[in-house]
C-alpha cells in the first residue's frame, strides 16, 4: 500500500502543472495542430489523483472514472412510492353570471310586484336613482363618471371584459357620438317601474325596467304599451324568441351601489 504526504509545495505544483496543462489546451485550440483524443494522451503525462483517506483500491496513476448514468425506469415498472406525487393542475372554477343577466322566470311562479312609487324605495336606492336620472338628463355622459365607482364597486356594463374607461365603452355604445343616445335609454328605463328581486338574499336587488323580471307572454295590454316605449315592436317579436325581455336594465343594491346597465341574454 502506497501512502501519499501532501505538502504545501506538492500542492503549488500540482495547481501549477492543471495551469500549465490548461494553457497547452488553448494553444491546442488556437493552431492547426492535430487534436489528439483522450485516450492518445499518455498517462504518464497525466497527474496522479490524491487517493481518499479510504480509498485503499484505486491503483496508482489510474484515472477516475464517472459513476454509470442508471437507465431511466420503463413504463412497465411500478412507481417508486418514496417519490413524491405529481401535482394536479389547478382547478380553475368557471366564473359566476353577473347580476344583470336574465333571470330563471318560473312562467306558473307568482308575478313580482311591480311598483312605480319611489318613496317606497329604501333612501341609499332612491338617492341614486336621482342622481342617475339627473345625469342622464344633463346630456353630459361625463357626469356618469362619479357613479360609477371603481374595482369591485363598479357597476356591471357588459357581459364580457369593457376594455378600458367605462364612460368610452357606454360613448361607443351609443348610436350618436357624445352618449346621449345612451343617456337617453338610462332616463327612460328609470321612469318604468321597477321589480324588488331576490329579497332577503345576496342578490337582492331593485330592477329597472319590471320587464326584466316578468315574462314576455304575461304582460297584458297596457304594460305592452309601457314596453314599446321602450323597444319597438320588431325588438319584442325578437324577444319573444327567448321569451323574456333582453333590452337595457339597470339594477341598485338595497345599499344603494349601481350594480349593472346592460344588455342581452
Given at each position: 500500500?502506497?501512502?501519499?504526504?501532501?505538502?504545501?509545495?506538492?500542492?503549488?505544483?500540482?495547481?501549477?502543472?492543471?495551469?500549465?496543462?490548461?494553457?497547452?489546451?488553448?494553444?491546442?485550440?488556437?493552431?492547426?495542430?492535430?487534436?489528439?483524443?483522450?485516450?492518445?494522451?499518455?498517462?504518464?503525462?497525466?497527474?496522479?489523483?490524491?487517493?481518499?483517506?479510504?480509498?485503499?483500491?484505486?491503483?496508482?496513476?489510474?484515472?477516475?472514472?464517472?459513476?454509470?448514468?442508471?437507465?431511466?425506469?420503463?413504463?412497465?415498472?411500478?412507481?417508486?412510492?418514496?417519490?413524491?406525487?405529481?401535482?394536479?393542475?389547478?382547478?380553475?372554477?368557471?366564473?359566476?353570471?353577473?347580476?344583470?343577466?336574465?333571470?330563471?322566470?318560473?312562467?306558473?311562479?307568482?308575478?313580482?310586484?311591480?311598483?312605480?312609487?319611489?318613496?317606497?324605495?329604501?333612501?341609499?336606492?332612491?338617492?341614486?336613482?336621482?342622481?342617475l336620472v339627473e345625469a342622464a338628463k344633463t346630456g353630459d355622459i361625463e357626469k356618469l363618471r362619479p357613479l360609477i365607482?371603481?374595482?369591485?364597486?363598479?357597476?356591471?356594463?357588459?357581459?364580457?371584459?369593457?376594455?378600458?374607461?367605462?364612460?368610452?365603452?357606454?360613448?361607443?355604445?351609443?348610436?350618436?357620438?357624445?352618449?346621449?343616445?345612451?343617456?337617453?335609454?338610462?332616463?327612460?328605463?328609470?321612469?318604468?317601474?321597477?321589480?324588488?328581486?331576490?329579497?332577503?338574499?345576496?342578490?337582492?336587488?331593485?330592477?329597472?325596467?319590471?320587464?326584466?323580471?316578468?315574462?314576455?307572454?304575461?304582460?297584458?295590454?297596457?304594460?305592452?304599451?309601457?314596453?314599446?316605449?321602450?323597444?319597438?315592436?320588431?325588438?319584442?317579436?325578437?324577444?319573444?324568441?327567448?321569451?323574456?325581455?333582453?333590452?337595457?336594465?339597470?339594477?341598485?343594491?338595497?345599499?344603494?351601489?349601481?350594480?349593472?346597465?346592460?344588455?342581452?341574454?
Amino acid at each position: 500500500m502506497t501512502s501519499y504526504t501532501l505538502t504545501s509545495a506538492s500542492i503549488l505544483s500540482a495547481r501549477r502543472l492543471a495551469l500549465a496543462a490548461g494553457a497547452v489546451l488553448c494553444v491546442f485550440a488556437t493552431t492547426s495542430l492535430p487534436a489528439y483524443a483522450l485516450s492518445e494522451i499518455k498517462r504518464e503525462e497525466l497527474p496522479a489523483p490524491a487517493p481518499g483517506p479510504d480509498d485503499q483500491s484505486v491503483p496508482e496513476n489510474a484515472v477516475p472514472m464517472p459513476d454509470p448514468i442508471a437507465p431511466p425506469p420503463s413504463s412497465d415498472e411500478p412507481a417508486d412510492p418514496s417519490a413524491p406525487d405529481e401535482e394536479e393542475p389547478e382547478q380553475v372554477e368557471p366564473e359566476e353570471p353577473g347580476a344583470g343577466t336574465m333571470p330563471d322566470l318560473d312562467p306558473n311562479a307568482p308575478l313580482p310586484e311591480v311598483v312605480y312609487d319611489l318613496s317606497r324605495l329604501p333612501e341609499p336606492v332612491r338617492r341614486m336613482h336621482g342622481l342617475l336620472v339627473e345625469a342622464a338628463k344633463t346630456g353630459d355622459i361625463e357626469k356618469l363618471r362619479p357613479l360609477i365607482g371603481t374595482g369591485d364597486s363598479a357597476p356591471q356594463l357588459s357581459f364580457g371584459d369593457i376594455g378600458g374607461d367605462p364612460i368610452e365603452f357606454l360613448r361607443g355604445l351609443s348610436g350618436d357620438t357624445e352618449g346621449q343616445e345612451i343617456l337617453a335609454i338610462i332616463e327612460e328605463i328609470l321612469d318604468a317601474g321597477y321589480v324588488h328581486l331576490g329579497e332577503g338574499t345576496s342578490d337582492d336587488l331593485y330592477v329597472w325596467p319590471y320587464f326584466f323580471g316578468i315574462p314576455l307572454d304575461r304582460l297584458d295590454a297596457r304594460q305592452r304599451v309601457e314596453l314599446f316605449k321602450i323597444v319597438t315592436a320588431g325588438d319584442y317579436e325578437d324577444m319573444k324568441t327567448f321569451g323574456s325581455y333582453i333590452f337595457y336594465r339597470l339594477g341598485i343594491t338595497p345599499e344603494g351601489r349601481w350594480a349593472f346597465f346592460v344588455a342581452g341574454d
